[in-house]
């Protein structure tokens, strides 16, 4: 456990998009120190692996060989890109990272539900279930990931809850990226279960152009934790570090 972490208070580092072994030890090793040094537990954001293979999991676990304190992921579009998840999830949990899909746990008493999430869009402009069985298809993984995200906030029973996702559920954190590839980088549909269980802060990836925060309709903080989005406002310490109050539902920076 980090020295930072006092009562009633976690620590929580995030970041997304690694896409090992594309950056190099060089970059990873000073990421992983900060957030071991810094924070209470790290939450991994999608995007772990480049092409969705098992070496590259393997190269990840070498990297956070030096982090002690908790590590939780979900997987991103990347992670499924040779079609083994499977065993890419397998090498983490070998390892201890604390892979979620669907799934929720608790830890330093802040519950944290998660699961990969989809694109679809947003608001009035998200995708619908009608035409082709394609976009039908579409559709109904994004609604799917939602319900998964319902399903392991539904499970938790701490006052203060947290969600880790790969896709964003808000268009202001995809801002900066191409309006055409919005429906591509999220979906509005995963912003419901975050007001119905009133959750205290979210964090995702994807996003390697949009903006570093923004906020549910709620006002819930959410946190687009893509590495290079943190390289280009922190580029000493590219980690995103929030305090997370045990308590009540809120987040402090």
Request: charged share 20%; hydrophobic share 45%.
């Amino acid at each position: 456990m980090a020295e930072t972490e006092t009562k009633g208070r976690v620590r929580v580092a995030a970041i997304a998009d690694l896409h090992c072994p594309r950056f190099s030890s060089d970059v990873l090793q000073p990421i992983f120190t900060y957030a071991a040094t810094h924070a209470d537990v790290l939450l991994l954001a999608g995007d772990l692996t480049d092409r969705g293979l098992e070496d590259e999991a393997r190269t990840l676990v070498k990297e956070l060989a030096g982090v002690k304190i908790p590590v939780v992921a979900v997987l991103g579009n990347h992670d499924f890109e040779s079609g083994k998840a499977a065993e890419v999830t397998a090498v983490l949990r070998e390892a201890g990272v604390t892979i979620l899909d669907g799934e929720a746990l608790v830890v330093h008493g802040i519950g944290i539900a998660g699961t990969k999430g989809f694109g679809g869009g947003f608001g009035q402009r998200a995708l619908q279930p009608w035409g082709e069985p394609s976009i039908k298809q579409f559709v109904h993984e994004a609604l799917a990931e939602a319900l998964k995200l319902e399903s392991a906030l539904a499970k938790l029973r701490t006052p203060t809850k947290i969600a880790l996702l790969h896709y964003a559920p808000v268009p202001s954190t995809v801002a900066g990226e191409p309006p055409e590839i919005f429906p591509f980088l999220g979906s509005s549909r995963l912003e419901e279960p975050l007001t119905r269980y009133e959750v205290s802060a979210v964090f995702h990836g994807h996003a390697h152009s949009g903006a570093p925060e923004g906020r549910t309709r709620a006002g819930v903080p959410v946190y687009n934790c893509a590495l290079p989005v943190l390289q280009r406002i922190a580029p000493q310490a590219p980690v995103r570090v929030v305090d997370v109050l045990t308590g009540a539902a809120e987040a402090v920076t």
